[in-house]
């Protein structure tokens, strides 16, 4: 087993490995030919100019100025400087929420820690179990630390039991907090943000068919009858996915043309060439511009024919409409109410936000959601299986003397070479491989479940992601490992004290995750300040495949956050400081590191480099409190477990309880947070109004509203191709003829956003002058 100078040498190893990484990074950022891709969000909204532009030839690409380079560290305090408040209106509520997260962890942890080392370690310490009565057990200083070292029945036990409670306590006042705060600001958010399509939008699914309708003529019918006075527009879902793809290759074969028109215009004398074959390296050598410019000439040809045939094609229409209402008032009644008798039908739901809608999901039929989340349900399950079996064989490198015994021969170089750098470093790197490829995987998934939302795409990714790491990470690596460690102690050991060995066993597993911590999270946080792989991206597109601004826009765009990757990664360490709090101390210390690390890191990710691409105002956190109210009380159950292998078991009923007062706090927040995550509060809805109102009285929402669902795939298109597209999906005549007898009398809608349809009583009136 690793000793505390073991790790003391690994933790110094990954704390001068980010320390070098800090010093690049200061570095590379100082640099002119650097500044697009350490700056890109300033640059990409306009606010930021090259400094490479200016000045002598060397100054264009070396910072000459070297006093510059004495301040390397500060970008930390510059991270910092930003309030809240103008963080939420540069970046976004959803990337504010999220920093929160990291200082949840510090709130929590950086007391639990000073409480427990002040506390718990001298009470495990001073005990001389291990060295007395477990000699057959593999341990080392480290687990001196921790509850492994008190005896069996030891009336200290009780010491961890008043900590559990303790910790749970603070855990939950400060999540009390944090949930109140973060629910102020969603509300605070929604009432004074500008006027956005999704607040007055309704995404309207599984529409009935009708023989005699068509998709849109049904939902204008069915939404003047039922909401006569706030009803305004809608815009049927057609599918475009075929379209869409054939528009993004005639966009890649335009930027071609743009980039040899532009290397012909600077060199007349001899026109560009290229190859036809793969990848332009094989095939016959033709004229580079007329050859794009004819490839592009047939594809207009096919996407004209495609989005002819989706416009009036019946089966490319779906039965999904987003609805538009005159005020949010009117859009909160219709999202938040059963609209029909048969629950299944006319289903409703907030729209998402026109960014952060997931186009190619929208045409997937309702009815087949069911059956491909219970097949994807499926194939998770197997795919966490699976993967127990390469993690659990990594965790014979937890420890060089499990690696001496499954391979001898190995042991007079491990003795002889970096044995506590191997010891530090290589089981979480190793694990970390592992999971590269998973994030990919898991969204894969999710998008073949059917979610109409980038955001409940990556919700949807973080659930399972959390899952997966909580068996294959956490579980796998302490029950496997310990059980591969302590293997031949249980072959030699009677069948009653197997309990007591495992019990012992379970803690001495916090020497794997602080080198766990330092490698991933350390290092990992380090990394990505330093953005070496999309430093060197961005140099080689800009090189090698940069032809327009447009193309540099998108090679130095570095992206959105990553809540499906970044969110369950955090919860992990939330977990583990949970479990080890009250059982190993000594992992602590790092879990607090890495989350101070990570706040300064990441909020100076959020300030100079991600670019949201969606805005769902925190929609994510009762997620995030859910799952840290789960790590609580998976360190109150393994808390249980571990004092009754201790002979403690009288001290169950009291852990219990805590246990039972944990769910009645979940249940708690639940209630009274929870709805302002999910539910626009009517209240809040008229008094928005009343106040747009007030301030534009003369404002026409139809326009605003009409054109802001439609596909982008249309809206790419020429100006007289999208009216007609929006003439076809929009039915606005001023009576829908039908052949339904109790459809002919429907009130027609309003031609301006101001003015009410006709109400029922209204129906006999128009009835008389159509007569």
Known sequence: ??????????????????????????????????????????????????????????????????????RFLNWMPEALKMPELELIDHAGLDSAVYLRIYLIGLKIFVPVTLLSWAVLVPVNYTNNTLKSQLKNVTSSDIDMLSISNIPLGSDRLWTHIVMAYAFTFWTCYVLLKEYEAVANMRLHFLQSEKRRPDQFTVLVRNVPPDPDESVSE??????????????????????????????????????????????????????????????????????????????IEKLSIEIAEERERVLKDPKAIMPA???????????????????????????????????????????????????????????FFFLTFFFMIPIASVQALASIEGLEKVAPFLKPIIKRFLKSVIQGILPGLVLKLFLIFLPTILMIMSKFEGFTSISSLERRSATRYYLFNFVNVFLTSVVAGSAMEQLNTFIKQ??????????????????????????????????????????????????????????????????????????????????????????????????????????????????????????SGAAFWPDVHGRIIVALLISQVALIGLLSAKHAAKSAPFLIALIVLTIWFYTFCKARYEPAFIRYPLQGAMMKDTLERA?????????????????????????????????????????????????????????????????????????ERMK
Request: contains cysteine; glycine residues 4%.
């Open 695 to 767: 301030r534009e009285p003369n404002f026409n929402l139809k326009p605003y509203l009409q054109n802001a669902y439609v596909h982008p795939v249309f809206k790419e298109e020429d100006e007289e191709d999208e009216d007609e597209f929006n003439h076809k999906l929009e039915t606005e005549s001023v009576l829908v003829p039908t052949k339904r007898q109790s459809r002919r009398n429907t009130p027609a809608p309003s031609k301006m956003s101001g003015a009410s349809s006709p109400s029922l009583s209204d129906v006999p009136k128009h009835s």
């Open 1 to 70: 087993m690793a000793t505390l100078g073991d790790i003391g040498v690994a933790a110094a190893f990954n704390l001068l490995t980010a320390l070098v990484f800090f010093l690049a990074f200061a570095i590379l950022r100082l640099q002119p030919f650097n500044d697009r891709v350490y700056f890109s969000k300033w640059y990409l909204k306009g606010l930021r100019t090259s400094p490479s532009r200016y000045g002598a030839f060397v100054r264009r690409f070396v910072n000459l100025d070297f006093r510059s380079y004495l």
């Open 494 to 615: 009677s069948a009653n004290d197997i309990p007591r060995i495992i019990g012992v066993a379970v803690p001495l597993r916090a020497t794997f995750f602080i080198t766990y911590i330092m490698v991933d999270g350390w290092a990992g946080v380090a990394g990505e300040i330093l953005m070496l792989k999309p430093l060197i991206i961005y140099h080689l597109k800009n090189f090698f495949l940069v032809k327009t601004e447009k193309d540099r826009e998108e090679a130095m765009d570095p992206g959105s956050l990553g809540f499906n990757t970044g969110e369950p990664q955090i919860q992990l360490y939330f977990l583990l400081g949970m479990v080890y709090a009250a059982v190993t101390p000594i992992l602590l210390p790092f879990i607090v590191i890495f989350f101070g690390l990570a706040y300064v890191v990441f909020r100076h990710q959020i300030i100079n480099v991600y670019n949201q691409e969606y805005e």
């Open 321 to 379: 409409a987003f609805v538009s209402f005159k005020s949010r008032w009117g859009a909160a009644v219709c999202a938040q109410t059963q609209q029909s008798r048969n629950p299944t039908l006319w289903l409703t739901e907030w729209a998402p936000e026109p960014r952060d809608v997931y186009w190619p999901n929208l045409p997937i039929p309702y009815v087949s959601l069911a059956i491909r989340r219970l097949i994807m349900a499926v194939a």
């Open 218 to 295: 049904s939902v204008e019918h069915f939404f003047l009858v039922n909401h006569p006075d706030t009803y305004l527009t809608h815009q049927v879902v057609c599918n475009a996915n075929k379209l869409a793809k054939m528009v993004k290759t005639r966009e890649k074969k335009q930027n071609w043309l743009d980039y040899y028109q532009l290397k012909y215009s600077r060199n007349n004398a001899q026109r560009p060439i290229m190859k036809t074959g793969f990848l332009g390296l094989r095939g016959e050598k033709v004229d580079a511009i007329d050859h794009h410019i004819s490839e």
